[in-house]
């Protein structure tokens, strides 16, 4: 015969009380370490977003900023890209005080200030009439026009990089990278003009490189001398005549690869 089972003994529940010795937030101290703990987590996550938010209005900006634009801007602007000798004016920016803090004027209010929408209307006006160049000479495909565009881009970025190349050269402050790609596009309008004059007489350019060439240059050099003065406030004058002067040559060579329409890289 088997063994019965004896009458189970019923078990006695766990006790799941925490020891005041074995965990740190027992009593009255937890409320005062998770308050602690919530101030300190609160202080870092907001200086973690100050942080990025202060970098982000550095080197970006508002984007929104730059296409605040009239008819009347645009066409004094132009004047100033295309004949800066004739802008009797003062070169500095408007401020005006916002937040309790100095801010510059849109460029609505304010001639000097940066914009994007002539540097992206240029650019535009430079790929529609590159690609009329080539029909007039047989040679327009969707492929060619798609080189020009990625032709136009990497000129673009080469002119960003030697601006800001420059402003890290001569200061140790920094400017709004859309500030430096507004400043650096302004250079399709002159190409674009060059260009025009071109399809309707071909001598024309000739003429019209050289000069927007050198009114590109005149008009880098007044804005660039003005970023160092008045906004990155730093200016070396053992340097900054230097690198001004290559900023104002290398427009040259720029201007005739881009005014170069052609389907290789170089000529």
Known sequence: MGTQPGPSVPQ?????????????????????IRSGLGAYGEKI???????????????????QYYFQVNDDYVRNKLKVVLFPFLHRGHWTR??????????YKPPIYDINAPDLYIPFMA????????GLVLGIHGKFTPEAVNWLFM????GWFFQVMLL???????????????DVVAYAGYSFTGISLAILGRMLWS??????????????GIFLVKTMKRVLYAEVRSYDSRRHHYLLLLIAMAQFPLFIWLGNISLHWLF
């Open 12 to 32: 006695q529940p766990f006790n799941s009380q925490p020891s005041p010795f074995g965990n740190p937030f027992y009593g009255t101290g937890s409320g005062l």
């Open 45 to 63: 996550l907001g200086s973690s977003s100050e942080y990025v938010q202060s970098n982000i209005n550095r080197y970006f900006a508002d984007p």
């Open 94 to 103: 408007i401020t005006e005080p916002v937040g309790g803090r100095l801010s």
């Open 123 to 130: 650019f535009l006006t430079y790929v529609v009439l590159a």
């Open 151 to 154: 032709k136009g881009l990497v």
């Open 164 to 178: 800001k190349l420059s402003l890290y050269s001569l200061s140790s402050g920094e400017a709004p990278l859309l």
């Open 203 to 216: 001598y024309s350019y000739y003429l019209l490189m050289p000069w927007t060439c050198l009114c590109m």
